[in-house]
Each structure stands twice: as C-alpha cells, then as structure tokens.
C-alpha cells in the first residue's frame, strides 16, 4: 500500500472514533440505553446494523475458502440460516419485542420460575459471553491478521513482521472498537454499524468488478472457474435431472451436507428463534412493527444483495489462482494484485470497516450478558443505573481480552466457523417450542443447551468421538441433544401456572399450545400461528427466489434466473394476498382488551 492508501484507512478509523465518542452521551442515562439504545432504533438502523454483524472480515475469505473448496453449493451451510431469518420476521420479532428485555437469557427467567430458572440464565449468560463470543471475536481476529498478512501492509512501510506483530496489529485495531463501543454503547455500534456496511458492500462489488476486468468478461471467469475444478463449482443445488432427481457425483458438498444445512441445522441451532445479537436489535426497535420491517431489510441485504459479490470474487480467485493453497486468500490477493492505488485504500478499510462492526457488536453484546445477567441479577442487583453503564463498560474490556486470547489459538477461518455452529446446535427446537407450548420447562432447556455444547464440541476437537462428516456431526448432535431435553422435561415438572399465565400475559404468543393460559387468563393472543406460517412461506419463495434470480442472471444461468425471478414474483404475491387479513392490534400499557 502506498501513503494515500494508509490515509485513507487512518481518515476511516478517525471519523469512527469521533462519531462513537459524539454518541456516547445517549448511553449514559441506564442499562436500557447503552444495551438497546433506549428501545428508539428505526427500522433501517436497526436491520443495517443486523446486516454489519454478519459481515465481518472473515466472511469473505470464508466464502471464498467454500466455494474453492466446495463450490457455490456449499454455501449452504450460512444459506440454510435464512429459513429461520425468514421465521423470525413474521413468527418471533414481534414477540422479542413485546419481551421488552435486555438479553435473551433475561427472558428465562420470564418463562421460567424457580431456582432452575436463575441457574439457566447465568450458565447462558456466561456460555454466550465467553467461550461462545469470545470465539467468534477470536477467528475475526484470525482472518483479520491473513488479510494484514496477504496484503503485506507491515511490509509496505519497510517492517518485516512475524506471527506475534500481526496479531498484535489486530489487536490495537480491537482496541480502537473497543474505544467507541465501550463509551457509546448500542448506539455507538449501530451509528457506525451503518456506515461501516455500505463501505464493506462497496468494497466487496468493487474487487468484484475488477476481478471481472482481469479475466475479460463474466463469461470468460465462469468458464475458467469451472475448467480449474474437478467439481461442479457453479451448480447451487447438489441434484441432477438426468432421467430422475438424484444426487450429483461431481457435487461440491455430499448428500448428508446438504440434507442436514436444509432440513436440520436452521431450527437446531442455538439461533432459531432469532439469535443474540439478533435479539438485541429487535428488542432495541421503536415498537412491533419496526421490529418486523428491520428483519426483513437485513434479510434483504444479508442473502439478496450481498451473496453475490462474494461469490463472484471466490469464483475469481479459483480462474485466476487455480494452485492457491489457501482458498480462504484468494480475496486479499485479487485486491493486492489488480486494484489500483486509493481503490485499494478504499477496500483495505471496508474490510476494516466489516472487521470493526462485527467485534464491536461481540463485544457489546458479551457485556450485556456478563452486566445484565450476572453482575446486575447475581452479584449486585440493588445497582444502580450508572453502575451498571460503568460495569458494561468494564466487562466490554473483558470481553475483548477474552476474544484475543482465543485469537490466539484460532489456525483456520473455516473450521472455527464450523466448530461455531456444531457447540451451538441442540437446543434450536426448545427455543422454538418454549413460545408456543406451555409444557416446555427450564431444566428442558437448560439440558439442550449444555448436551448440545458438549457433545458439539467432543465431535469437533476429540479425536476419539471426532465425527468429519459435518452433516452427520450435526445430526448426531441433534438427535442426542433432543432424546436428552425430552427425557428430562418429562422427568421434572413444568411451571407454575403463575409464572405461565404472566409470561402468556407479557407476550401474548399463538398456536394451540397455550389453550390452559387463554382459558384462565382470559386473555386472547395477538398472534395468528397459522396465518404467519403461511407468510414464512410466502417470503422464503421471495428471498431465495430473488436471491438465485440475481445469481443466475450475474452467472450467465439465464434458465435459472427466470425459473427463480418467476418464484420470487409468486412469492410476493403471496405475501400482498396474505398482508389483507392484518393481525389484530397491540394495546397501549395499561390497556385491556376490552379497551381497544
């Protein structure tokens, strides 16, 4: 890099400070306001912000590593998150909302009762905030030191570096977020949030471009793609119709794969029904409908307009660097090589930009479960309100620490990615089924979430029990973690009929599993179950139609671009149709049913 780019990366981390030191006056007031922003988030700020923390640095180089490695099918593994990013803009963001709490663990204690309820929600706090956070603060770290590394930018200024100096370099980065996220708060990450998502958007579409250039033409970049793979790169679907539908044999993924990302991994993770960081959002937006709209806009720009630039730059760096031995560098290295100076300022501090909105959410968020469900309900919970803003500043610093410290044991973007999702799979169905049936108690929970962390995490890293199939992992995670929860809910007994009728009273879900609660509250839900599940199938036919349309069109798939565009327009149909049977409106506080 040259001097004008090194400017213009500084010129980037300057404005950010400055605007997280301007915001850190709204987060002062209370608990409420430095964790979700005084529950006052727009639409727009709130599902951009979504978006940011869910492209970080090493998205790219993760996209780019699976599609070398896997081809365009293998995304699947993050795809298949969309299925319950879709169910939780009709079926959950509107009961996060209603909530009106700080952390997911804090609802525990809402739907539960009892001991076993405070001892769940510490053990989710601290799993959540430390080894699961921390983890994923430590591979952004890892994939931020291969990007300092591939772009030489210690070298550029005259330093040869070693392992220790480049993870040092990410670190001081790491400080600087923690600079602004630790004095603004919510408001601090979602602010910058939003300027830092267009600018790593733009910078992705902008080596996407030239990478384009470099190979003369999209046409010219799918064929090479293709003729460097001894796979089928550019298949989306790992099936054939040669006479029959069947499993393709020169697919990037395997059958079990491909089986367990769609018809098991979105509802058996720990984010089914909405996700923490998520969650935070959500329960941060203005009120119900805001909430609604904000998930639908990050489900828009997280798979619609953002897959695609990815993908085109992976599908790049496999035509133009056919014997890279790191997939997961082919980003850097297309950047290094073929984008002019100031271009490569640019893009050096979008990657910067999506390495800064990710950890600046990890760490707010780990504070919040460490402030919010420890300190503030185990520790020291006559607190007052600018304590606890003093000790969520203190345990952001916390967290970061925690997170290099895990940096520094991280070897592969990939595989942490991986281990990621297999400790965080079992306890997807409880999640779902804690809303919507009454039955579900704190020890059902509370076992799903360990059984699904241990047995995760000895069939990732024991050699002995480790399982390589990444399909079958999942699956014998999930089914161990179910016949567990199950066994246990049925040996415990389920909650107080007070703490039910409040938590049904609070939220107000649908669906057939809480009939006792309507009966003897008297109180009707706000939530159609059944006219919702229809429009989470109306919109997954939008989503994945729009998305594959847009890939089909930019591969040259003019088949599949119409077939897809043509799914995507039944889907918004669909959905108008069903938007004419609205669901019944929210009471103001204070208000009865018999007062609307």
């Not at 001892?119 to 983890?135: E, H, Y």
């Amino acid at each position: 890099m040259l001097l004008i780019d090194w400017l213009i990366v500084l010129a980037y981390l300057i404005f950010t400070m400055v605007l997280g030191v301007y915001l850190s006056r709204k987060a002062s007031g209370s608990l409420v306001d430095f964790f979700v922003s005084g529950r006052s988030l727009p639409w727009w700020l709130a599902g951009t912000s979504m978006a940011a923390t869910t492209f970080s640095i090493d998205t790219p180089l993760y996209v780019a590593g699976v599609v070398g490695s896997r081809g365009i099918a293998g995304n699947w593994e993050w795809w298949s998150f969309g299925i319950a990013h879709v169910v939780m803009i009709y079926v959950f963001a509107r009961l996060w909302r209603r909530s009106e709490v700080v952390t997911d663990a804090e609802l525990t204690e809402i739907r539960y009762g009892g001991q076993t309820a405070a001892v769940l929600r510490g053990v989710k706090a601290f799993l959540f905030a430390v080894p699961i956070n921390c983890i994923g603060i430590g591979y952004a770290m890892l994939a931020m030191v291969k990007v300092v590394d591939a772009l030489e930018l210690w070298q550029s200024v005259g330093i040869e570096p070693n392992d220790s100096l480049k993870l040092w370099s990410v670190i001081v980065v790491s400080i600087l977020v923690l600079f602004y996220a630790g004095f603004s708060g919510l408001w601090g990450v979602v602010a910058t949030d939003f300027f830092q998502f267009f600018l790593a958007l733009i910078g992705a579409i902008v080596v996407a471009v030239a990478s384009i250039n470099e190979v003369g033409g999209m046409q010219n970049l799918v064929n090479q793609a293709q003729a460097n793979t001894e796979f089928d790169i550019l298949s989306i679907l790992p099936i054939t119709f040669d006479g029959g539908i069947g499993w393709s044999s020169v697919a990037g993924i395997p059958a079990s794969a491909f089986m367990a990302y769609v018809f098991l991994q979105w509802w058996a993770f720990r984010r089914s029904d909405g996700g923490g960081e998520f969650i935070q959002r959500l329960v941060a937006a203005k009120d119900e409908n805001e909430a609604e709209k904000a998930a639908w806009f990050f489900n828009i720009l997280h798979y619609v307009i953002r897959t695609w630039p990815w993908i085109i730059v992976a599908l790049a760096a496999v035509a133009i660097y056919p014997d890279l031995a790191d997939r997961e560098l082919g980003y850097p290295k297309l950047m290094l090589n073929f984008l002019p100076p100031v271009v490569l300022g640019l893009v050096v501090a979008s990657l910067i930009a999506a390495f800064m909105s990710t950890v600046s959410t990890l760490i707010n968020w780990g504070a919040s479960y460490l402030t919010n469900d420890l300190y503030g309900r185990f520790i020291n919970p006559d607190a007052t309100q600018s304590e606890l803003v003093n000790v969520g500043r203190l345990t952001s610093v916390l967290v970061t620490v925690f997170g290099a410290m895990a940096a520094f044991f991280a070897s592969d973007v990939a595989t942490v990615f991986r281990l990621v999702i297999a400790i965080g799979t079992g306890p997807g169905l409880v999640l779902i089924l804690r809303w919507f049936w009454w039955r579900i108690n704190a020890a059902a929970e509370l076992s799903s979430m360990l059984t699904g962390f241990v047995i995760g995490l000895l069939t990732s890293v024991l050699e002995v029990v480790k399982i390589s199939d990444f399909g079958l992992r999942l699956l014998v995670t999930a089914g161990i973690t179910t016949a567990v929860w199950i066994i246990v809910m049925l040996l415990t007994p389920p909650e107080s009929d007070e703490t039910l009728d409040n938590f049904y009273r609070r939220v107000r879900p649908g669906g057939p599993g809480w009939q006792r609660q309507r009966q003897r509250t008297g109180v009707r839900p706000l939530q159609n179950l059944g006219l919702e599940s229809q429009r989470v199938v109306a919109a997954l036919l939008l989503l994945f139609g729009a998305m594959f349309a847009v890939g089909g069109f930019l591969l040259l798939k003019s088949l599949l671009g119409w077939c897809s565009l043509i799914i995507a327009v039944g889907g918004w149909w669909w959905l108008r149709q069903l938007h004419y049977q609205p669901i019944s409106p929210v009471p103001r506080p204070g208000l009865d049913d018999d007062d609307l």
